[in-house]
């Protein structure tokens, strides 16, 4: 079907943002699916914020690996995680009342995925 390679290396985590973001759509009857927009004092990647506030959200940040910067791609999922808490993404939901949250990261190099929930 298609492949990472199809937009090139400095698009990929485009590329995997808008497929995950497409295949969420599905969830708009009993979640609203919010992309890149501005929360805290950053930009998160895709949020998932129930139409209940009794059920879950979900914060997605997608990092592909910069070998300059990071040995591994536990490394990269450090970086997310540090990321998706120093820019207080989660702090406007809070304030809504929302008590479920939870933490999405997935870092890739080439084919190689690695996904953190927390």
Do not use: W
């Not at 890149?36 to 930009?43: F, M, Q, S």
């Amino acid at each position: 079907m298609f492949s990472f390679m199809d937009v090139g290396e400095n698009t990929a985590e485009n590329f995997y943002h808008a497929f995950v973001l497409g295949m969420l759509v599905g969830l708009k009857d009993t979640y609203y699916v919010n992309s890149n927009r501005e929360l805290g004092i950053g930009r998160y990647d895709i949020m998932l914020e129930p139409k209940d506030k009794t059920k879950n959200s979900f914060i997605m940040e997608f990092k592909v690996h910069k070998s300059e910067k990071e040995n591994t791609l536990e490394d990269t999922i450090k970086n997310a995680k540090k990321q998706i808490e120093e820019k207080g993404y989660e702090e406007n939901l809070k304030e809504r009342g929302f008590l479920n949250i939870t933490k999405m990261v997935f870092a890739f190099c080439g084919k190689e995925v690695k996904l953190e929930i927390y």
